[in-house]
Structures are given as C-alpha cells and as structure tokens.
T-cell receptor, first 116, second 111 residues
Framework: EDKVVQSPLSLVVHEGDTVTLNCSYE??????LLWYKQEKKAPTFLFML????IEKKSGRLSSILDKKELFSILNITATQTGDSAIYLC????????????????FGKGTKLSVKP | KAGVTQTPRYLIKTRGQQVTLSCSPISGHRSVSWYQQTPGQGLQFLFEYFSETQRNKGNFPGRFSGRQFSNSRSEMNVSTLELGDSALYLC??????????FGPGTRLTVT
C-alpha cells in the first residue's frame, strides 16, 4: 500500500530558528513530490520536486528530494510567526493507464508553531 | 485570475440525508480533484475528473460520487450521510500535472 509519512507531527520553535521537516514515502510508480502549506483552510502550493539532489528555493524556504532513500526535506530558515501552519507533503503516483496526472497521496502533515 | 471556489462554505446535515457540494476550478484548468480532510486521517483522495470523465477514484464507499460538467465545474454528492462523514471537503484544480490549487473547502457537519 502506498504511504507517505511526515515527521515530526508537530514542532514548536522560536522566531529566528531554522527548522527541517521530513517526508518519507513508499509508493509504486513515483512521479513527483509536492509540499503544501495549510494555514486555515486551503493548502497553498510551495514546491514540486521530480529530480533527486536539485534544491528548490523560494525565499527562506527550500526543499530537496532524495529518490534513492525515498525522502524529502523542507527547510525554513529565520522562521517568523507567519510561518506557523501545517506543512503537507504529497506524492504523485502515476496512474496505470498513463494519464498526464497522477493521484496525490498526502502525509498527515507537520504542525509548525513559531513563537515570538 | 480567480482561484478555485467552493460552495457552500459550511453545511449542517442530519444522518441519512444527502448533500451536494460544488467546485468551480481556475479558468483553463480541466482537472478537478476532491479530497476529504479530517483530524485523524488527514487529507484523503476521493476522486479526480478530467474532461467530464472520472480518471481515478480513492478508497471511499459508493455513497460518495461526483461528476464534472463541460465547463469543468464539478460536483460531489454524498448520500445516506453518516456521522463519520463530517469533515472539510477540499476541491483542487490543475492544468495538467500535479501542481494543484485548492479551494477554501466546504465544512460539512453531520448530526
């Protein structure tokens, strides 16, 4: 059975700290890995990773994928209170009939709380 | 560009009733996916529609169904509601690949 596991489940840090969120997966027919940030309702897209070892960066956030060890990390440097959210990792698995979009399997998320 | 919209935003139903939720994707997006989010199970995939055809379905009972119209708008229906169906139902649209954009969700409470 395909599964995506995120750790830690929750994390409390202080402003200015650097955090690393983990996502490991066991799936058949891997296509890509995505990170989302969910603050109140709708998850918002952060990164899509398809190749190993290539870091994606957006401001203070960065992410990298290791397809050999089957995991990804999301780094947030110089955290701010506005970074408080649930961070979701999702893995796209290809469909049997080879459609252009696969199915997304989500982890349960890491709840990050940044204290002032 | 307008985002994904979902209606209604909140809904209260009683056990045994049925409910229909609506999702309007971002203009130009032909794929619409539905998810159920609960505190215990996280985000779980319900089904995905592309060009009015259901392309994939998650592990939910047949009480959960959906459809997509020619303008890419989608509806999902849950019949014979159970208490355990209380959840946030999220719709997401995408152009082709898995970079999905989520709507604000419909919070369904079953009493």
């Amino acid at each position: 059975e395909d599964k995506v596991v995120q750790s830690p489940l929750s994390l409390v840090v202080h402003e200015g700290d650097t955090v690393t969120l983990n996502c490991s997966y066991e799936v058949t027919n891997f296509r890509s890995l995505l990170w989302y940030k969910q603050e109140k309702k709708a998850p918002t897209f952060l990164f899509m990773l398809t190749s190993s070892g290539i870091e994606k960066k957006s401001g203070r956030l960065s992410s990298i994928l290791d397809k050999k060890e089957l995991f990804s990390i999301l780094n947030i440097t110089a955290t701010q209170t506005g970074d408080s959210a649930i961070y979701l990792c999702a893995v796209e698995v290809g469909l049997n009939y080879g459609g252009s979009q696969g199915n997304l399997i989500f982890g349960k998320g890491t709840k990050l709380s940044v204290k002032p | 560009k307008a985002g994904v919209t979902q209606t209604p935003r909140y809904l209260i139903k009683t056990r045994g009733q049925q409910v229909t939720l609506s999702c309007s994707p971002i203009s130009g997006h032909r794929s619409v996916s539905w998810y159920q989010q609960t505190p215990g199970q996280g985000l779980q995939f319900l089904f995905e529609y592309f060009s009015e055809t259901q392309r994939n379905k998650g592990n939910f009972p047949g009480r959960f169904s959906g459809r997509q119209f020619s303008n890419s708008r989608s509806e999902m229906n849950v019949s014979t509601l159970e208490l355990g169906d209380s959840a946030l139902y999220l719709c997401a649209s995408s152009r082709e690949r898995a970079e999905q954009y989520f709507g604000p969700g419909t919070r369904l409470t079953v009493t």
